[in-house]
């Protein structure tokens, strides 16, 4: 991430552009003890709105964690994952639970128990005794002693939630009934998968219906943009004009990974050409190496598409202008396959009958295969 524009991960305090109300009503609602929900397409910074909300109720004095599905298998590993970012804030230990076993090993005691501030975690971690769903109860728990020992709210951050149901499709359930007569914590749920995260907090049979409410991702205003854009690149001595501002939001129709990864090019050429002024040859370089750069992603992403019958020529229809409901296709089968495109975050609807790219980018992608 080392990059004077940031891109691949989420951003520093620093670097965040805007959102700032947003940013407060979020810190408020949780804080009150709502529970959130914030679902929306890849890398438009979700992570790093939930990472500054929680520096911010940090200071508050609560006790957050945030933990990540992403990638996780096992039921074990999610109580192992969710008891170590628990405890990393008060124990200033990470990887709690490995440094547990450790003593537990060096001593051969069996009386070691890691307590810090009255959190104590148990035996079964360092030992690996019990069942997966015990321990995960037991990780659990620690957000009990949390509130106990210091009177705080719990603040636990859920991010790509919607891995949860691949982990085991009993998690859901167990975490709700854990969750649900707890006034002293409040989750935020983040996820990449609109559709499916909607569906689980919107249907009756659902373990989390109805339990947070669902916030939209507010966009970065143009406006917000430009003052960053000008600020960074004259903190370099580097001169851009608004117009030129305006070129590069339109080619990356103000995504905010896509922008920041074209910025960051724009950077880079500036110093290979030892130029400090950004001119329209400049962007157009730039937006092609930014675009080289997320080649693989794209690949990837197109890929994928695959698994949906009809839905990478109804994407390829739409990069090229075309409108999706042609003259001898069947109306609900492109509506199925819109509602499927739509659900990946691909495309969205602008009007009747018209649908346009979400990520621009991803668009010039399609229209050079
Ligand atoms: N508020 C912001 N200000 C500036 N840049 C941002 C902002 N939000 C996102 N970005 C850009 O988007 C990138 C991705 O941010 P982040 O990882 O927070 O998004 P995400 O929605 O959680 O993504 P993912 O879908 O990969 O989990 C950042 O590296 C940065 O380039
Ligand atoms: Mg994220």
Partial sequence: MNRYFPVGGPVSEDDIIDRELFLEGLTRRLSDGQNILLAGPRRIGK???????????????????????FGITSVRELAERLANTLLENRTGVQRTVEKLRDMVRSAAQTEVRLSVQGIEL??????????DMELLEESLGITDKLIRASNSRVILVF???QELSR????????????????PHISCLFLGSKPTLLARLFSQGNEAFFRYAVSLPVPEIPPDAWSDYLVRKFSERGISITPAEVGV???????HPQDTM????????VLMEM????????????????????????????????????????????VAHGERPYGQN?????????????????????????????????????????
């Fill in 159 to 161: 991010d790509e939630f």
């Fill in 122 to 131: 148990g035996m079964s971690f360092a030992r690996r005794q019990g069942s």
């Fill in 274 to 317: 030892e130029s400090q002024v950004v001119s329209l040859t400049v962007l157009e370089i730039a937006y092609q190496r930014a675009l080289q750069s997320l080649m693989r992603a794209f690949e990837e992403l197109w890929g994928s598409l695959s698994e949906h019958q009809g839905a990478q020529q109804l994407i390829k229809k």
């Fill in 248 to 254: 590069l939001l339109k080619l990356t129709g103000a």
């Fill in 329 to 369: 296709a069947s109306p609900a089968r492109v509506g199925r396959i819109l509602t499927y495109v739509m659900s990946q975050g691909i495309l969205v609807k602008v009007g009747r009958g018209q649908y346009e790219f979400f990520e621009p980018m991803f668009r010039d992608y399609v229209t050079q295969l």
């Fill in 47 to 69: 992570t790093s709105l939930a990472l500054e909300v929680l520096r911010r109720l940090r200071r508050e004095g609560h006790d957050v964690a945030l933990v990540d599905m």
């Fill in 167 to 182: 982990i085991d499709t009993n998690l859901h359930k167990i975490l709700r009934s854990h969750l649900q007569e707890k």
């Fill in 261 to 268: 990864l074209v910025a960051s090019e724009v950077y880079y």
